[in-house]
């Protein structure tokens, strides 16, 4: 059977051709229980039972860019704005240490935050704990990448979204694509571990355009990548469409699992949104980490990226436990080590 022969060739060779990728994320999921029990099998294989956790710090809300599908686009002026302090990020991440956390993400929008003061808070956070940490922060210029990197970061998140060239002008006015995939070589050679990823279910995606985004996370040699269903927001451009759905978002876990074996793959938050079993799902299909929210509960509700978002009523300490229960349900164990690369 052809569906069959393709998942066994990327399980066994970690290589397939934009037809074959195409096919299988064409097919109907209902025959693809074999795709899910070979990535689970392959994230076994490469990473055990061990689950890596990354603490996000959202630390503001505030956005230059105007992507059609976010929430905290700059024209949505329905949202109120907020932007923690140095000291109130620091202190959230040492908080975010004593729960137990080994690795930090520093989140926002495309805000102005001045590079030198993230520096300082990247140093500040690496000298009063043990922590990893991560800069998920768009695009900002190549000086600050730098900087931020000698201050410590180990690690840089900026999502392609969306591999057809068109669609990703269409969905970020005033961006390129070009600088995006450009930053992200930039950052791999400045020694950051880098992650990308995409949005499952954009209007006009097909899957043959979802094809060409393993083949770039391949491409690009990735340490790290991610995705989540499309969940439209209705103070913006997109407010009308439809969402992206579980399946296709599994099959594409599954996918970068098994043509990407050594990248650690997050079960995304806006997955375990529609659907309360959605980060269960992913990690019997590929993922190995989780990203629970370790932002202050007085502003969650305000980091609005898309509706509904889990946990905008519960706490650092609530959320770390019920990731904990969810982690030891299906067998698996929280990591006591960073997870740093498995590439090296
Ligand atoms: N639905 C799902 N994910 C979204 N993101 C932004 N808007 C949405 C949405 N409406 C994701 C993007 C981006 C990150 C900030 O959140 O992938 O990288
Ligand atoms: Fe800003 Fe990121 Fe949202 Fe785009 S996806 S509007 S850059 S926060
Ligand atoms: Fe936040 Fe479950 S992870 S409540």
Redesign the pocket.
């Given at each position: 059977f052809e569906i069959k022969r393709i998942i066994d060739q990327a399980y066994d060779k970690a290589q397939l051709n934009k037809e074959d990728i195409t096919a299988i994320l064409a097919e109907d999921l209902a025959n693809l229980d074999y795709l899910l029990q070979k990535a689970d099998e392959k994230r076994d294989e490469i990473c055990g039972d061990e689950v890596h956790l990354r603490a996000i710090i959202e630390f503001s809300s505030y956005?230059?860019?105007?992507?059609y599908?976010?929430?905290?686009?700059?024209d949505n002026q329905q949202l109120k704005r907020y932007q923690l302090k140095s000291k109130e990020i620091i202190e959230t991440a040492q908080m975010a240490s004593e729960l137990g956390y080994q690795t930090v993400v520093l989140q926002?929008?495309?805000d102005d935050y001045p590079a030198e003061e993230i520096a300082e808070i990247i140093k500040k956070i690496k000298k009063t704990t043990a922590m990893a940490v991560t800069l998920s922060l768009?695009e900002r210029d190549f000086e600050a990448y730098k900087l931020w990197r000698e201050a410590g970061a180990d690690r840089y998140l900026l999502k392609h979204?969306i591999a057809d060239k068109v669609l990703y002008q269409k969905y970020?006015p005033g961006m390129s694509f070009e600088n995006r995939i450009e930053s992200l070589k930039y950052l791999k050679v400045l020694g950051y571990q880098i992650g990308s990823g995409v949005i499952i279910g954009l209007p006009d995606q097909t899957p043959a355009i979802l094809a060409e985004d393993l083949l770039l996370c391949q491409d690009l040699e990735l340490d790290m990548i991610g995705s989540g269903p499309f969940i439209p927001h209705q103070q913006t451009p997109l407010r009308g469409s439809e969402k992206g759905t579980v399946e296709m978002t599994l099959k594409f876990t599954a996918l970068s699992r098994l043509l990407l074996p050594l990248a650690h793959i997050p079960a995304t938050t806006a997955l375990g949104t529609i659907d309360a079993e959605g980060r269960q799902k992913a990690l019997q299909a590929g993922a190995n980490v989780v990203m629970p929210n370790v932002t202050d509960g007085r502003y969650r509700e305000q980091y609005q990226?898309y509706p509904d978002k889990i946990c905008v009523n519960e706490e650092a300490g609530d959320c770390r436990q019920c990731i904990g229960g969810i982690i030891a349900s299906l067998g698996r164990y929280v990591s006591q080590n960073q997870g740093h690369s498995l590439r090296e």
């Open positions: 956005c230059k860019q105007n992507c599908y976010c929430g905290l686009r700059k926002s929008g495309e768009g979204e970020h990226i």
